[in-house]
T-cell receptor, first 107, second 116 residues
Framework: DAKTTQPNSMESNEEEPVHLPCNHS???????IHWYRQLPSQGPEYVIH???SNVNNRMASLAIAEDRKSSTLILHRATLRDAAVYYC????????FGKGTLLTVNP | NAGVMQNPRHLVRRRGQEARLRCSPM?????VYWYRQLPEEGLKFMVY????????ESGMPKERFSAEFPKEGPSILRIQQVVRGDSAAYFC??????????????FGQGTRLTVV
C-alpha cells in the first residue's frame, strides 16, 4: 500500500474554498487515489477517487499531480457540515488510513 | 436501498468473554471488509471477504480473531477471550467490486467494543 502524508489539521472559513493536500510518493502506477472523510462517531464516508485525471463530483474535486506523487482534495465552498477528518489513501482494497487531516470550519 | 448495517452499535464485554460483531452489506454487494480504529488512531485494515471466502486476512491478529461471510446472512467478526486492548471501533465496509477497481466502499456506522 502507498504510504500517505497529510497535515494533521487545517482550518477554513465557511463559504471559502479548502485545499487538502496529500503526498503519496510510493503509489504504484495502477493504484487509485481515494479520499474518505469521517465525522465524529460515524463511519468513513466516500468523497472521491481518481487515477490520473482530475475528477469532479457533487461533493468535491480531486486534482492529481502529473507524477501522481501527490493530490489535492478541493472543497469549493466549505460548510459547517464539512468539518471532519479527511483521509487519503492509495492502493488496493485494504484502504488503510493514516491519521488524516482534521478540518475545522469556522462560521 | 439500505446502507451497510452493523450491530450492535455498542458492545460491552468482560475480559475473557467472546464478542460477535455483525455486518450486513449493501444489497447486491458481495465484497466485505473489516477495519479497526483504535482511539486517536487511523483505520487499519483487518480482513477482506467475499461470499464464503476469505480473500485477505493479513491485517487480522493471528489468535482469537476470526471472520466469516456465509452464503446466507451477515458477515461476522468474532473475537474470542477479549482483552482490554481489543477495545476499539470496528467498521465494516462493502463494495460491488474490489475497491482497487473503479468503485467506492460504503462503510457502516461501526461497533464500539468496550472491554471491561
Amino acid at each position: 500500500d502507498a504510504k500517505t502524508t497529510q497535515p494533521n489539521s487545517m482550518e477554513s472559513n465557511e463559504e471559502e474554498p479548502v485545499h487538502l493536500p496529500c503526498n503519496h510518493s510510493t503509489i504504484s502506477g495502477t493504484d487509485y487515489i481515494h479520499w474518505y472523510r469521517q465525522l465524529p462517531s460515524q463511519g468513513p464516508e466516500y468523497v472521491i477517487h481518481g487515477l490520473t485525471s482530475n475528477v469532479n463530483n457533487r461533493m468535491a474535486s480531486l486534482a492529481i499531480a502529473e507524477d501522481r506523487k501527490s493530490s489535492t482534495l478541493i472543497l469549493h465552498r466549505a460548510t459547517l457540515r464539512d468539518a471532519a477528518v479527511y483521509y487519503c489513501t492509495g492502493g488496493n482494497y485494504k484502504l488503510t488510513f493514516g491519521k488524516g487531516t482534521l478540518l475545522t470550519v469556522n462560521p | 436501498n439500505a446502507g451497510v448495517m452493523q450491530n450492535p452499535r455498542h458492545l460491552v464485554r468482560r475480559r475473557g468473554q467472546e464478542a460477535r460483531l455483525r455486518c450486513s452489506p449493501m444489497k447486491g454487494h458481495s465484497h466485505v471488509y473489516w477495519y479497526r480504529q483504535l482511539p486517536e488512531e487511523g483505520l487499519k485494515f483487518m480482513v477482506y471477504l467475499q461470499k464464503e471466502n476469505i480473500i485477505d486476512e493479513s491485517g487480522m491478529p493471528k489468535e482469537r480473531f476470526s471472520a466469516e461471510f456465509p452464503k446466507e446472512g451477515p458477515s461476522i467478526l468474532r473475537i474470542q477471550q477479549v482483552v482490554r486492548g481489543d477495545s476499539a471501533a470496528y467498521f465494516c465496509a462493502s463494495s460491488l467490486q474490489e475497491t482497487e477497481v473503479n468503485t467506492e466502499a460504503f462503510f457502516g456506522q461501526g461497533t464500539r467494543l468496550t472491554v471491561v
